[in-house]
T-cell receptor, first 113, second 109 residues
């Protein structure tokens, strides 16, 4: 158990809908990272938040947005969902910066029908 | 172009047959190289961090080494439970973390 929690574990929705994925980092970690992993694909970095502020953006679509709250949990919002958005979404946390070890949560499996 | 390449894409071994996985990188100013293990449908599990050429780290049947251009993950006498996808990631001077595509390792009993 990495100490990172993600909810929900599974999510099934329809095209055009909006969903919110939630992540709670390990106790004491200030950084949260979001990744997307499609079937048999590598990890695609989406976005990094540090202590409530956005620090880096990767290949994140404009339909996706994220935020980190004062209690350091983070939410990833996915809107106008398309079939191709079906994937595993992972959250990871680290004490501060990306050079520190990132610990991953169990992921949320999103299926868009 | 900054990139991380892992080879082979897939590797099938018999139980007890030792081998190595490769992670080569072309980035400037390496600040750290990470190895993770990922089981199907699960989040990546941290294995090692290497910071400088010549550094080595071991954990059970795994040993990670680092040179100026690549890292190797050596697996000695693997068991079926070592079957997983092994990912490497490189953190470099651009303050970015680049992930390799992974090597899928299958250990047959």
């Amino acid at each position: 158990d990495s100490g990172v929690t993600q909810t929900p574990k599974h999510l099934i929705t329809a095209t055009g809908q909006r969903v919110t994925l939630r992540c709670s980092p390990r106790s004491g970690d200030l950084s949260v990272y979001w990744y997307q992993q499609s079937l048999d694909q590598g990890l695609q970095f989406l976005i990094h938040y540090y202590n409530g502020e956005e620090r880096a953006k990767g290949n994140i679509l404009e339909r996706f947005s994220a935020q980190q709250f004062p209690d350091l949990h983070s939410e990833l919002n996915l809107s106008s969902l398309e079939l191709g958005d079906s994937a595993l979404y992972f959250c990871a946390s680290s004490p501060g910066q990306p050079q520190e070890t990132q610990y991953f949560g169990p992921g949320t499996r999103l299926l868009v029908l | 172009e900054d990139q991380v390449t892992q080879s082979p894409e897939a590797l099938r071994l018999q139980e007890g047959e030792s081998s190595s996985l490769n992670c080569s990188y072309t980035v400037s100013g390496l600040r750290g190289l990470f190895w993770y293990r990922q089981d199907p449908g699960k989040g990546p599990e941290f294995l090692f961090t290497l910071y400088s050429a010549g550094e080595e780290k071991e954990k059970e049947r795994l040993k990670a080494t680092l040179t100026k251009k690549e890292s190797f993950l050596h697996i000695t006498a693997p068991k079926p439970e070592d079957s997983a996808t092994y990912l490497c990631a490189v953190y470099y001077s651009n303050y970015q973390l680049i992930w390799g595509a992974g090597t899928k390792l299958i250990i047959k009993p």
